[in-house]
């Protein structure tokens, strides 16, 4: 039920539920539930409510999940907090394609794309194949003048596995190129 809720749109249903089930100590939430609620606190952007969530969620010994995980790091991304989507990022056991795409989706919009691009070449390094949200992710990070290039090279790597045909990787390339094209323009009138 609060998947559901989080789900539709009732995230302060969603919390009172969870509270509720904590209350009664017949359930004992797991990564899911918890993956729901640090959802609803940071669609509510509660920064307090996401931390307690947090402290529960290490007493419940799920810190080092990986749903649970990527979720605190999705939540910490989207209230801004940079360090601690890292921290919780590197606290999970064995992070698969979603979790770095967290990361790395969070320091893109971040706007620091070497560091985005930095987590993409760890990521090649311990054998996980990047998917289109990893390109696009990656590729939204490189819509300036200065990171043009490296784009370049991430949607040249995109085509040479096989997502050249893929319409959102494209649309991210087209997107960076014209960003990039309209700055420079900028700068010339100044």
Not at 78 to 104: E, H, R, Y
Not at 136 to 141: D, G, H, M
């Amino acid at each position: 039920m609060i998947t559901g809720y989080t789900q539709q749109g009732y995230r302060i249903e969603a919390l009172y539920l969870f509270r509720d089930m904590l209350r009664q100590g017949f359930y004992q939430p797991n990564e899911f539930i918890f993956g729901s609620v640090f959802s609803a606190c940071s669609n509510l952007l509660q920064v307090e409510y996401g931390k307690q969530v947090h402290g529960m969620c290490v007493k419940f010994g799920l810190r080092r999940n990986v749903f649970a995980g990527c979720s605190l790091c999705d939540m910490y991304a989207k209230f801004g907090f940079l360090p601690a989507a890292k921290m919780a990022f590197c606290q999970i056991k064995s992070p698969d394609t979603v979790s770095w795409n967290a990361i790395i989706a969070a320091i893109a919009d971040s706007g620091d794309a070497n560091e985005a691009i930095d987590f993409f070449c760890r990521m090649m390094h311990i054998g996980l194949i990047p998917d289109s949200v990893t390109f696009i992710s990656l590729l939204c990070a490189c819509g300036s003048p200065t990171t043009l290039n490296q784009g370049m090279q991430i949607h040249s790597y995109a085509v040479k596995i096989g997502f050249n045909k893929e319409v959102t990787v494209c649309n991210s390339l087209l997107t960076i190129m014209l960003a990039a094209q309209a700055r420079r323009r900028d700068l010339h009138i100044i």
